[in-house]
């Protein structure tokens, strides 16, 4: 199991003749990375996540953008079913085996929602959602940044590993970075996603967190 962070956006007059066209203009705000800017899957998912997907395709080979991705997905419009795209976005990362860390493109999935898929599914996950990838991009590994920590979580810990981390953690300049490097990653979520962000037609975002199993 391993916490992800999730962008939920609904929108004012959310319906199915309108779901497809706002979910490519949905598309259209995401921050693709800068080596890998185009949509590399499109999942159609009917009824619920239970089900077997109804269409999937390959995007990579075709390098194919929004309008695109929308284009195959209309092929299988219906209430009752969710489209998910997939794409990459540019997000710093820690790897504590190495302490080293990398500016590298990690998954990013975008996902629309059908007001009838999986019992109304849209009204608690949003009509669009996106999948940011793990929770620690944004907070820090093992809650290290949140304000007013009392200790490392790491402390009654006797693992090699952590017990390094822990070690080079110690090292103010190291913590810094670290702090800096997870600024800049929340930077660019909320750089994506203001709130003030076409208010004419986003009615409502949030942000949250979410247990996932891999």
């Known amino acids: 199991m391993a916490n992800h962070a999730y962008l939920r956006v609904w929108t004012r007059n959310f319906s199915l003749e309108t779901m497809l066209a706002e979910f490519a203009r949905f598309l259209t705000t995401a921050p693709l990375s800068a080596t890998q800017n185009t949509f590399s899957e499109l999942v159609v ?3 619920d996540p239970t ?14 953008g929004p309008a695109e991705v929308a284009a ?11 489209y998910i795209a997939s794409a990459k976005w540019d997000l710093w990362s820690f790897d ?4 080293k860390w990398q500016h590298k493109p990690e998954p990013l999935l975008l996902a629309c929602h059908g007001p009838e898929y999986d019992e109304g599914f849209a009204a608690t996950a949003g009509h669009f959602m996106a999948d940011l990838g793990f929770e620690h991009f944004f907070t820090g590994h093992g809650g290290l940044l949140p304000p007013g920590a009392a200790s490392n979580p790491f402390n009654s810990s006797d693992h090699p590993m952590e017990h390094t981390f822990r ?18 990653n929340i930077q660019q979520l909320f750089n994506w996603w203001k709130p003030s962000r076409e208010p004419c037609r986003w009615s409502e975002a949030s942000f949250g967190r979410r247990r996932r199993q891999l």
């Open 167 to 184: 070690q080079w953690m110690a090292v103010s300049a190291n913590l810094k970075e670290y702090h800096a490097k997870t600024r800049e």
């Open 45 to 47: 998912q009917a009824v």
């Open 51 to 64: 089900e077997i997907p109804v269409a999937e395709w390959d995007l990579r080979p075709l390098k194919v």
């Open 96 to 99: 504590i085996e190495s302490l």
């Open 72 to 82: 195959l997905a209309v092929q299988h419009l219906n209430a009752d079913t969710a």
